[in-house]
């Protein structure tokens, strides 16, 4: 097992990046918070020059692709100020932000119980290297339950040997039950004040755990946190290496933005760990989901967290509907007002699909989670506040305006003769990437990969835009399937 590392001539870079944070690190806070506005708006300068002009020529064009274009990027630069003026690590210091009434929010344990869980169906290639980083965590107190899925090549065996190694518990099932009800499974044994899941594909940092249980016993508010994923393969190919600086973005930008107000909309599947009291309850509403009148099986992590940000709008009618559950009857938790965080210090890298094809699939299924959690997510998110509703709100418009954006700029402009209206349209899909690009570099300084970030830009407003109807066509089919070699 390995995980790729930075070298050669940006280690020096690096070096000094990490310098110049320390230092930052040792300034007041309030002189800390100010010098990273200004560093931030000196750095965002250019392009918001570039879109106060745009802003001007606006009533004079008049057009919804001129305001799409506009709203596109000034959402981008809204995130990226939020990212890195309002954003801070739970686990690395205490939060500027906080609730007033912090005492609503129980304490954990100084030295919480954790509950470190995992489902697995016909994975023998990878589960080894996933299981001995989990066991290779420097958290204490840590029950390790791993549930394997009725698998029929091989992965049953190397789990029986781990088990016998490491000392693990492993619950093999009779009959395939899907990945949502195997992870409930392991919850009906799990004894931790903490229950953290993670991807049978993914290889976890000694002390990615660890730091995000110190988020948690830190800030009795959050009632859940993510890690923060890069890609395990990212030397697979060209793809991979351009989901790898997606995935950064993703989490160090998207993630960072909604943790400053508490309310990252999704705690993804490789590193999630959440408060057994903010949680346990909603766990047979989440293994038996329904949408359209049919089971709906993907894991889907944004809904498992809308149960956390939503509880005290959607938790009551919940629970009353699975009353005679183990999981309700057992111990019913208040509901809370619960914050959602991001931990960029607990690092986590995930196997990526390196073929056109698989990666595909992979999105299809994450379209899906995003059509059904936003009937979930999207019915509360404006009782969260002003900000994390603009957020989600305006992801949401983004992810739905962009198969139509696309189908006018690269079909109908084309047909009509308005060539020069497409050029215009993939001139600013790349100048949205180079911005995240850019980002990406700021962040590490001499890694030459932020290159691969507008190509992933292109990639998702020219190709990926058009699974979105489709995956709403198809929301009903469902198999527990990775799909990522």
């Known amino acids: 097992m390995s995980v790729r590392t930075d070298t050669g001539p940006g280690r020096g870079r690096g070096?000094?990046?990490?310098?110049?944070?320390?230092?930052?690190?040792?300034?007041?806070?309030?002189?800390?918070?100010?010098?990273?506005?200004?560093?931030?708006?000196?750095?965002?300068?250019?392009?918001?020059?570039?879109?106060?002009?745009?802003?001007v020529r606006l009533p004079d064009q008049a057009s919804l692709p001129a305001f799409y274009g506009i709203t596109v990027l000034t959402g981008t630069l809204t995130m990226l100020y939020l990212a890195y003026t309002r954003y801070d690590d739970p686990a690395v210091r205490e939060l500027r932000r906080r609730p007033r009434a912090t005492e609503e929010f129980p304490?954990?344990?100084?030295?919480?119980?954790?509950?470190?869980?995992?489902?697995?169906?016909?994975?023998?290639?990878?589960?080894e290297d996933c299981v001995r980083s989990m066991a290779a965590s420097d958290q204490p107190r840590t029950q390790i339950v791993v549930v394997d899925d009725h698998s029929e090549d091989g992965t049953a065996e190397v789990l029986e040997r781990l088990r016998d190694e490491l000392g693990v518990t492993v619950l093999r099932l009779p009959e395939n039950v899907g990945k949502k009800h195997a992870l409930v499974r392991a919850c009906e044994i799990a004894d931790g004040d903490v229950l953290v899941f993670t991807?049978?594909?993914?290889?976890?940092?000694?002390?990615?755990?660890?730091?995000?249980?110190?988020?948690?016993?830190?800030?009795?508010?959050?009632?859940?946190?993510?890690?923060?994923?890069?890609?395990?393969?990212?030397d697979a190919g060209l793809l991979a290496r351009a989901q790898d600086v997606w995935y950064e973005g993703q989490f160090r930008i998207a993630k960072a933005a909604e943790a400053s107000f508490g309310s990252v909309s999704c705690v993804s599947g490789p590193l999630a760990a959440f408060r057994r009291d903010a949680v346990y309850n909603y766990l047979p509403a989440w293994a038996a989901d329904r949408f359209l009148g049919a089971p709906f099986r993907f894991a889907t992590d944004r809904q498992l967290t809308g149960y956390v940000l939503g509880q005290l709008w959607r938790g009551e009618a919940l629970k009353r509907a699975y009353r005679d559950s183990p999981f309700v009857a057992g111990h019913d938790y208040p509901a809370r007002k619960w914050r959602v965080g991001y931990v960029r210090s607990a690092q986590v890298w995930t196997d990526v699909p390196a073929r056109v094809r698989p990666f595909l699939r992979q999105q299809v299924r994450w379209k899906k989670s995003f059509i059904r959690n936003l009937f979930f997510t999207g019915s509360f998110m404006w009782r969260r506040g002003p900000g994390p509703a603009a957020l989600y709100y305006g992801h949401v418009l983004w992810v739905v305006a962009a198969p139509v954006m696309a189908a006018q700029h690269l079909l109908w402009a084309p047909l009509h003769g308005l060539g020069f209206l497409t050029l215009l349209y993939l001139c600013g899909v790349l100048l949205k990437g180079c911005v995240w690009g850019l980002a990406y570099k700021a962040d590490h300084p001499g890694d030459t990969r932020w290159r691969h970030r507008p190509l992933m830009s292109l990639v998702s407003s020219v190709l990926l835009a058009w699974l979105l109807p489709y995956s709403l066509l198809t929301v009903r089919r469902g198999i527990w399937s990775r799909g990522t070699a």
């Open 199 to 234: 991807d049978s594909d993914c290889v976890l940092a000694p002390d990615a755990l660890r730091r995000c249980v110190d988020a948690l016993v830190r800030h009795p508010e959050l009632g859940a946190v993510s890690g923060h994923c890069r890609a395990l393969n990212a």
């Open 107 to 127: 304490p954990l344990p100084a030295e919480p119980r954790v509950s470190f869980l995992l489902a697995v169906k016909d994975e023998v290639h990878r589960i």
């Open 15 to 55: 070096a000094r990046a990490r310098r110049a944070a320390a230092l930052m690190d040792r300034l007041d806070p309030a002189t800390r918070h100010a010098l990273r506005r200004v560093l931030t708006l000196c750095c965002l300068l250019p392009v918001l020059l570039v879109l106060a002009r745009q802003a």
